[in-house]
């Protein structure tokens, strides 16, 4: 059976091309590829699509993956990373009806994770001077397109899950609690959401992680992630 | 390597199975191993074909507004089922899974019309001069108007068609119905769409003139 010609190889008035054209054209929004690997769980280095994720691949160990993972968002967003080098302090307690607001002061901090059985509160810490922070990048508009914010939430936020991989709860909560504080209004934030509620059951706090899911339900019935957040919902 | 028994789902229902020889022991298919392994495999697929799947859900009729989700949810259904669908068959899977997603984003925003506003669904401005058309905006508009007055099996072909650039064959074998009812469809299809166009340019015309 042979193939029909398709109606853009025939001639066609010039609305009919023009209806085609933008039938074949369409791509959808510029960040659908990272919010969908979000939406899978497999928001990553990858997704930075640069020579760094090359890096990272070949990295051997855990800590030099987590310092290249830094690096990248760092190099993106202006932090050096001897600044998250030089944070050891213990990670904050949040509840889960404490949804993180917006900085009071632009200069957030960014936590490292730590390996302590117990979250004890994080103390106020103000950067060295000198260290531009993300939310001080951004609104200095030196933080680079719109685009590299998203890359820099979806390296946070592969930073938070590697960490949860590798059974440190608490040092996952630290670093969501650092993508919530620089990302306020972060597109991917019901994500890293989940995540919270994942690193709260993980860690024990199940009670915590439950709230969170409900309360997450009551703002977002009809999310794509209702069906992950239900898991955690229940009693 | 394990396996696992494919399954027969009714029409019109996603078939992981569907377009491909069999791989193994017959009525078996290869199960993905490692977690790492799926991992890569579903990043591939996110890559290979987000573009894609998010092109037949906005020409079958999904809202713009709602693109993100509906491939989110296409996406995530296969990500489900990731274990069930054979090498090689994921893009009549995300075609399949897509094409539904579509007719329930309709049918949806049917019933959203109907409740909220009583009201038609946006119609074309017909007297919209050249310049006017031009813009990309109110060309996709006048698409989405042409494709929505289509019957829902007539503007699936002739997406898959003209659109995805698709064989007969491919469509036939996604869409699970013969090669000719494909090509009938295409036909009566384009009829329609250039009988559309046509009025449209002869309206536009007339309030011109």
């Known amino acids: 059976m042979d193939e029909p010609d398709r109606m853009l190889e025939q001639t066609g008035s010039a609305l009919e091309r023009a209806l085609l054209h933008e039938g074949r054209a369409y791509l959808g929004p510029a960040d659908l590829r990272a919010k969908t690997l979000a939406a899978l769980g497999l928001a990553g280095t990858a997704s930075l699509a640069t020579g760094g994720a090359l ?72 950067p060295p001077a000198g260290i531009t922070t993300m939310s001080s990048a951004r609104a200095s508009g030196g933080g680079g397109s719109a685009s590299s914010a998203l890359r820099a939430e979806l390296a946070a936020l592969d930073a938070a899950r590697s960490t949860l991989a590798s059974g440190d709860s608490v040092g996952a909560l630290s670093f969501l609690d650092a993508y919530f504080r620089t990302f306020p209004r972060g597109r991917l934030r019901p994500e890293a959401e989940v995540l919270r509620m994942d690193a709260l059951a993980r860690g024990g706090r199940t009670d915590d992680a439950r709230k969170y899911a409900q309360e997450f339900l009551r703002r977002h019935p009809n999310s794509v992630l209702a069906a992950r957040v239900q898991s955690f919902a229940k009693p | 390597m394990s396996y696992l028994l494919a399954t ?191 009025r449209l340019e002869s309206l536009s015309k007339t309030e011109v003139g």
């Open chain 1, 55 to 126: 890096a990272w691949l070949s990295a051997k160990t855990w800590a030099t993956k987590l310092l290249l993972t830094l690096s990248a968002a760092s190099v993106l967003v202006g932090i050096p990373v001897g600044y998250f080098a030089l944070r050891h302090s213990p990670a904050p307690v949040l509840r889960p009806a404490e949804v993180p607001a917006p900085p009071t002061n632009p200069a957030a901090t960014v936590v490292p994770p730590t390996n302590a059985d117990t979250p004890v509160p994080a103390p106020a810490v103000t």
């Open chain 2, 8 to 198: 027969d789902t009714p029409a019109y229902r996603c078939r992981p199975e569907v377009a491909l020889p069999l791989v193994g022991p017959a009525g078996m298919v290869p199960r993905v191993a490692g977690k790492s392994e799926r991992e890569l495999r579903l990043r591939q697929l996110v890559d290979n074909h987000v573009g894609h799947v998010a092109r037949i859900l906005r020409n079958a009729g999904t809202a713009d507004a709602d693109i993100d989700d509906d491939v989110q949810r296409v996406f995530i259904a296969l990500s489900n089922r990731l274990d069930d669908v054979r090498m090689g068959a994921e893009r009549s899977f995300l075609i399949q899974t897509a094409l539904h997603m579509a007719a329930h984003s309709r049918r949806t925003a049917a019933r959203r019309r109907e409740i909220l506003t009583d009201q038609p669904p946006e119609v074309v401005d017909p007297i919209a001069g050249p310049e006017e058309m031009a813009n990309r905006r109110q060309v996709r508009r006048t698409l989405d108007q042409i494709l929505g007055q289509m019957e829902t099996e007539l503007r699936v072909v002739f997406s898959l068609y003209e659109f995805e650039q698709m064989t007969t064959a491919e469509i036939s074998a996604v869409l699970d119905i013969p090669r000719g009812t494909v090509a009938s469809r295409l036909r009566r299809a384009r009829v329609e769409f250039r009988e559309r166009v046509s």
